[in-house]
């Protein structure tokens, strides 16, 4: 009986220090006019664990496709490319906010309202990953 134990303690630790190396904060995907087949995510990511994160990947429920992407304006035109990854440094705070960083949300199943949450898992170069809830709205609405 023990064994059995054993792994899913070590599992429950390795999830929960994680969870603490982490900060998510002010997740939120602004209201978009009806018919609009993207959306994007904003949120602050902030490590306060001793190690380098890397994002790798990101998923929505009610979305398609989802991805990491980073706008630019160069020369007066803007530009817009997807990310493979993330490092978010130890002690490092990232803004993912118009105009620069952001998850890109593809081709939705519904359409939201004001209020209304999205369910975001982020996926780690380590195989952790954290779920992220975003609500509809304004910025600095989310959890």
């Known amino acids: 009986m023990m064994r059995s134990v054993t792994p899913v303690l070590a599992l429950l630790w390795a999830t929960s220090a994680f969870a603490q190396q982490l900060r998510v904060e002010a997740a939120y995907v602004p209201l978009a006019p009806p018919g609009v087949m993207t959306h994007a995510a904003y949120m602050t ?4 664990g001793t190690a380098p994160l890397r994002l790798v990947g990101v998923t929505a429920a009610g979305y ?6 980073a706008s630019a304006e160069q020369d007066g035109v803007a530009t ?3 990310l493979h990854q993330l490092e978010i440094a130890p ?3 990232i803004a993912l ?3 620069g960083l952001h998850i890109m949300l593809m081709h939705p199943d519904r359409t939201l309202q004001a209020g209304d949450t999205v369910e ?3 996926s780690f170069a380590d195989g952790t990953s954290q779920s992220v809830t975003a609500t509809v709205g304004a910025a600095g609405a989310g959890s």
Not at 64 to 69: G, Q, R, S, T, V
Request: hydrophobic share 65%; proline share 5%; glycine share 10%.
């Open 45 to 48: 990511l902030a490590n306060a």
């Open 64 to 69: 398609a496709m989802a991805h990491l992407h």
């Open 80 to 82: 817009m490319a997807m």
């Open 91 to 93: 002690g490092q705070t």
């Open 97 to 99: 906010a118009p105009g």
């Open 120 to 122: 975001l898992v982020l």
